[in-house]
């Protein structure tokens, strides 16, 4: 039982424009979410994130948008650039059980095409 | 400040071994979970630990077991290896209420 999808295994862009990767989740107790890049052979590294409580964060390049009534989220990625083609995963924090647990999504292979 | 640290990097092992991977979580951080990632499953939650506790187990086998050490350290183990636990082991280390996970680079581990 997938909590976190992300339906899209892969998404190509040209360089310039703008790459959006979705994320969808199936608990309203989710209550921070968070987005990855990982390049092959190294680990993932932390992008951007956003509280439930908020329904847009922006770092530079990157946004993340939220949509609490339709449990899904999306990164928005303006300007592209090829550095940006790597495994892009999103994740969603469960503090249902009293403790945190990250739940992670299949990841979308992006690919910047220069 | 140093990131989280993965020992070792990459590793081979026969089928029926037994193997111990090890992490060192950024100075100051007390929780350290770890993931398995495998081609096509995303990250895989395999269990949290939090000042030598472990507070969250995902759904794997007995075989996959871990520990926390007193100076937030970790190991986890993995007994009697089948060829499908190749794969991509990382360790991620957050602080008491940390709101992000920071991931080492991972022990690429295959078993042949």
């Known amino acids: 039982d997938q909590q976190v999808k992300q339906n899209s295994p892969s998404l190509s862009v040209q360089e310039g424009r703008i790459s959006i990767l979705n994320c969808d989740y199936t608990n309203s107790m989710f209550d921070y979410f968070l987005w990855y890049k990982k390049y092959p052979a190294e680990g993932p590294t932390f992008l951007i994130s956003?509280?439930?409580?908020?329904d847009k964060n922006e770092d530079g390049r990157f946004t993340v948008f939220l949509n609490k009534s339709a449990k899904h989220l999306s990164l928005h990625i303006v300007p592209s650039q090829p550095g940006d083609s790597a495994v892009y995963f999103c994740a969603a924090r469960d503090t249902t059980s009293g403790t945190y647990k990250y739940i992670f999504g299949t990841g979308t292979r992006l690919k910047v095409l220069a | 400040k140093a990131g989280v640290t993965q020992t070792p990097r990459y590793l081979i092992k026969t089928r029926g071994q037994q193997v111990t991977l090890s992490c060192s979580p950024i100075?100051?951080?007390?929780?350290v979970s770890w993931y398995q990632q495998t081609p096509g499953q995303g990250l895989q939650f395999l269990f949290e630990y939090f000042s030598e506790t472990q507070r969250n187990k995902g759904n794997f086998p007995g075989r996959f077991s871990g520990r926390q050490f007193s100076n937030s350290r970790s190991e986890m183990n993995v007994s009697t290896l089948e060829l499908g636990d190749s794969a991509l082991y990382l360790c991620a280390s957050s602080s008491f209420n940390g709101n992000t996970i920071y991931f080492g680079e991972g022990s690429w581990l295959t078993v042949v």
């Open positions: 956003i509280s439930s409580i908020k």
């Open positions: 100075s100051g951080h007390r929780s």
